[in-house]
C-alpha cells in the first residue's frame, strides 16, 4: 500500500451528483444507478444525462416528467438515497451559452455543465478541424482562447440569470481550455470543479493550477455504468498527487 493508498482507505464518498442513465447514453436505467449508490452507502445521487442540444443522445425535455415520476417511485425502496433529477448541460458559444435555457433550468434540482463533441452551436470541431483530413489545422492559441471563453462566458452568464451552474463537468477535457481563467470564474459564481473518474480531467497540474483560486472540488464519477457509480479512488489519487488539501473536496468524507 503506498502513502496515497492509505489515505484514500481513510475516506469515503457521500454524493455522487454526476451519473449517467439510458435516459442518455448510459447503460442503466435510474434504478439501476441509485441501486448502486444505496450500495456503497452515497446518501446522495443525482441522475444527470446529457443536455438536449446533443444532437445524438440529448435527454428530450418533454420526457422530465417521466424521469420525475420514476425517481419518485424510487423513494420508498431506497429511503436511505436521496435521487435528484439534474442535467449535464452543454456549453454553446452564444447566449444563453447553455443549452438548457434559464426557464427550463428550473425544472431540474442541480445543473451542471461541460464542453461536448456533437453539440450544434458549440462550435469547436466544426471551425477548426478540417473534415476531411480530420486534423487540426487552426490556431491552437487562438482556439484556446475561444474554448476558454465559452465556459467563462456560461458561467457568468448563467449565475447572473440565476440558472446557477452547481458543477463544472471535467474541464480541460477535449480541447485547450485555460484553467486559470476557468478556476476564476468558478471561484466568482461559487462554482465547483469536478474531478472526474472516466475522464482525466481535472489532471494533476489542472488540479494545481485551480486549487490557488477560491474554489471547491468534487469528485464524481461520471458513471455511463451502473458498477461505476460511486468511484472516486482514481480522482481522489489525482488530488492527493497534487498536493491538495481533502477538506476542499466537498463529497468526501473521513471514516
Ligand atoms: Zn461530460
Ligand atoms: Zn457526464
Not at 190 to 204: A, P, S, Y
Not at 217 to 230: L, N, R
Request: hydrophobic share 35%.
Amino acid at each position: 500500500m503506498d502513502k496515497f493508498e492509505k489515505i484514500i482507505s481513510q475516506y469515503r464518498m457521500i454524493y455522487d451528483h454526476h451519473t449517467h442513465t439510458v435516459w442518455s447514453h448510459g447503460k442503466g436505467t435510474i434504478e439501476d444507478n441509485v441501486r448502486e449508490a444505496s450500495i456503497r452507502g452515497l446518501r446522495s445521487i443525482a441522475i444527470t444525462d446529457h443536455g438536449p442540444g446533443h444532437l445524438t443522445y440529448g435527454i428530450k425535455m418533454n420526457k422530465l416528467g417521466e424521469m420525475r415520476a420514476e425517481i419518485a417511485a424510487l423513494k420508498e425502496k431506497y429511503p436511505s438515497v436521496e435521487v435528484l433529477l439534474g442535467v449535464e448541460a452543454n456549453t454553446i458559444r452564444r447566449k444563453p451559452y447553455l443549452d438548457v435555457s434559464p426557464e427550463e433550468g428550473k425544472q431540474f434540482d442541480i445543473l451542471l455543465a461541460g464542453y461536448h463533441f456533437g453539440i450544434l452551436g458549440a462550435g469547436m470541431v466544426t471551425n477548426y478541424m478540417n473534415t476531411r483530413t480530420g486534423m487540426f489545422d487552426g490556431d491552437y492559441s487562438k482556439l484556446k482562447v475561444k474554448n476558454t471563453a465559452m465556459i467563462v462566458d456560461a458561467l457568468y452568464y448563467n449565475e447572473d440569470a440565476g440558472n446557477h451552474i452547481s458543477i463544472l463537468t471535467h474541464p480541460g477535457d477535449k480541447g485547450p481550455f485555460d484553467i486559470q481563467d476557468i478556476a476564476r470564474a468558478c471561484q466568482d459564481t461559487g462554482t465547483l470543479i469536478e474531478i472526474n473518474d472516466k475522464h482525466h480531467h481535472l489532471t494533476v497540474e489542472e488540479i494545481q493550477i485551480a486549487s490557488v483560486f477560491d474554489v471547491n472540488f468534487v469528485i464524481s464519477s461520471d458513471a455511463h455504468m451502473p458498477k461505476k457509480v460511486g468511484s472516486f479512488e482514481g480522482p481522489f489519487r489525482r488530488a492527493l498527487e497534487a498536493g491538495l488539501d481533502p477538506e476542499r473536496i466537498v463529497n468526501l468524507e473521513k471514516i
